[in-house]
């Protein structure tokens, strides 16, 4: 990790893995739906899923003064975000459940990005939240009460 660097994650992209399995597979995708789907096509199917889903990561870096988002597949970036500051941190599931959640939502800037497995989230989630904007305004009202009392 470089010096300027808060925190830096690179993984496997969940997220767009997903949605390259309906990208392919639903009706009007690639393929035609499975009802009309010969065996080949199928099988077709399942090999350019396999080659996408090996290929799709995700890159997020925190600096003090920036962060960066990144979805690559295989090396080649296709989507990013950079802004100044994360604002809030949750787990993408109902409610901001852990419990049936695949990863967690990161807003840099008013934009959110959808970033982890359910094998990193926690881990990912802890890390990130505490170089929020929201963490930082929560440390500082309780020290604020603690002054008070």
């Not at 799709?56 to 296709?78: G, L």
């Amino acid at each position: 990790m470089k010096p300027d660097v808060l925190y830096e994650y690179s993984g496997r992209d969940g997220v767009a893995v997903f949605f390259s399995f309906f990208f392919i597979f639903i009706p009007g995708g690639v393929v035609p739906g499975l009802p009309f789907m010969s065996i080949q096509a199928f099988l077709m199917g399942v090999g350019l899923f396999i080659v996408l889903a090996l290929g799709m990561r995700c890159k997020i870096i925190v600096r003090p003064d920036s962060a960066e988002f990144v979805r690559t597949c295989y090396f080649i970036p296709y989507s990013g975000h950079l802004g100044q500051e994360i604002t809030t941190v949750r787990f993408d599931g109902d409610w901001g459940d852990e419990d049936k959640s695949a990863g967690v939502v990161v807003t840099i800037d008013s934009v959110e990005v959808h970033i982890g497995t359910k094998k990193c989230m926690a881990e990912l989630h802890d890390s990130l939240f505490r170089l929020s904007v929201e963490y930082k305004e929560m440390q500082a009202r309780y020290e604020l009460q603690g002054d008070l009392r």
